[in-house]
């Protein structure tokens, strides 16, 4: 499950509190599916919900949840871009611990592609790949790749710096060429 560690590494990254108390920081894949369509290919996608927990949390819970949708943006573009899944695809719950503290849980249901092709160069040997995401419509592309550059982000509320991440920057900052 690849995404589960892209979660909480980008998550680290924005909210240094995570990073510093790492065992109070849970991410985990649970009811989890394995999706194949029983052709000649052995392809499939895994389908679960990811849960990240953040124990004594107390921080802003804006300084997750934006970063949060930043790498669904990018790891899961489909939560955006499908209204039947938007509703639900992401949920939390918070519990008060003391009064600055809390746990944060939140859940995100995921996929990942994994495209299982034989080996040319050997009979009985398959290869397996995973996938980036296709991207959010409209990403521009030079040879299949992304010709976005990572930039610095920020975010703040009134005066006061909540998180930091770098990340690429939406589509919808792009320049179309004229």
């Known amino acids: 499950m690849l995404k589960l560690q892209s979660l909480r590494d980008f998550l680290s990254q924005c909210a240094p509190d995570l990073a510093r108390d790492p065992e109070n920081f849970i991410v985990y894949g649970d009811d989890g599916r394995l999706i194949a369509t029983g052709t000649a290919s052995l392809s499939f996608e895994y389908r679960y919900t990811a849960y990240a927990t953040l124990l004594g949390y107390a921080g802003h819970p804006d300084a997750i949840m934006v970063p949060l949708l930043a790498w669904c943006q990018v790891n899961q573009p489909e939560l955006f871009d499908n209204p039947a899944k938007r509703e639900n695809a992401i949920r939390f719950g918070v519990a008060p ?79 179309m060429p004229l």
């Open 97 to 175: 611990q003391s009064s600055s503290t809390y746990d944060l849980g939140i859940e995100i249901d995921l996929t990942e592609r994994a495209i299982v092709t034989p080996d040319p160069d050997h009979d009985t040997r398959l290869r397996i790949t995973h996938p980036p995401e296709p991207g959010p419509v409209g990403l521009q592309r030079f040879d299949g790749q992304d010709v976005r550059q990572l930039e610095t982000w920020e975010l703040w509320m009134r005066d006061q710096k909540l998180a930091t991440w770098e990340f690429l920057p939406p589509v919808w900052r792009q320049r």
